[in-house]
């Protein structure tokens, strides 16, 4: 139940197509649902997140998408570029039932010039 | 912009020797934590700290590591015996009560 399953685990766009990246979870007590980029060598930096009140948030190029009632959640980039080229992990977070946070199992996206 | 610092970037041991990992969170946060990736794999929940002491740890986080902060801005991760499979990016984060982590750099640790 504490699981975040997120696919696909590879994804190789054009540059300025859309990737998209899905992740689902089981545990309804996660109310917190950040994602995060890692460079290689680097340590995730988080780029966006959102809460279960709200089906949408964009911040920039990167729109978070929520279905609340199906417990899944996806990230979408908006015409990506070739710097967007990393490792991208959703993750799930409940204040008040624990005190961690549970990532999912990253998507290398390549996007190609 | 504040950041979460570690040293050392880089630890290579021998195994059965003892490794502190060493971590500056953000200044105004309470909450720290360690995570670890290895390889090409996921990022790894293993301790989160809170009013100084442990809040939540995982089964990774075994007799043979630790935590401690040790005055008001280090926080420590303390392997005591190293094993091979203990050879990971180690990862601390802070936050504020949001659960907005930030992460630092990394420490990779390589045991031989």
């Known amino acids: 139940q504490q699981q975040v399953k997120q696919s696909p685990q590879s994804l190789i766009v054009q540059k300025g197509g859309i990737p998209i990246i899905n992740c689902a979870y089981e545990?309804?007590?996660?109310?917190?649902f950040p994602w995060y980029q890692q460079f290689p060598g680097k340590g995730p930096a988080l780029l966006i997140a959102i809460r279960p009140d709200v089906s949408e948030k964009k911040e920039g190029r990167f729109t978070i998408s929520f279905n609340k009632s199906a417990k899944q959640f996806s990230l979408h980039i908006m015409d990506s570029q070739p710097g967007d080229s990393a490792t991208y992990f959703c993750a799930a977070y409940s204040r008040g039932a624990t005190n961690k946070l549970i990532f999912g199992t990253g998507t290398l996206l390549a996007v190609q010039p | 912009e504040p950041e979460v610092t570690q040293t050392p970037s880089h630890q290579v041991t021998q195994m059965g020797q003892e490794v502190i990992l060493r971590c500056v969170p953000i200044s105004n946060h309470l909450y720290f934590y360690w995570y670890r990736q290895i390889l090409g794999q996921k990022v790894e929940f293993l301790v989160s700290?809170?009013?100084?002491?442990?809040?939540?740890k995982s089964e990774i986080f075994d007799d043979q590591f630790s935590v401690e902060r040790p005055d008001g801005s280090n926080f420590t991760l303390k392997i005591r015996s190293t094993k091979l499979e203990d050879s990971a990016m180690y990862f601390c984060?802070?936050?504020?009560?949001?659960?907005?982590?930030?992460f630092g750099e990394g420490s990779r640790l390589t045991v031989l």
């Open positions: 700290f809170y009013n100084n002491e442990i809040s939540e």
């Open positions: 545990n309804t007590a996660f109310d917190y």
């Open positions: 984060a802070s936050s504020v009560e949001t659960g907005e982590l930030f």
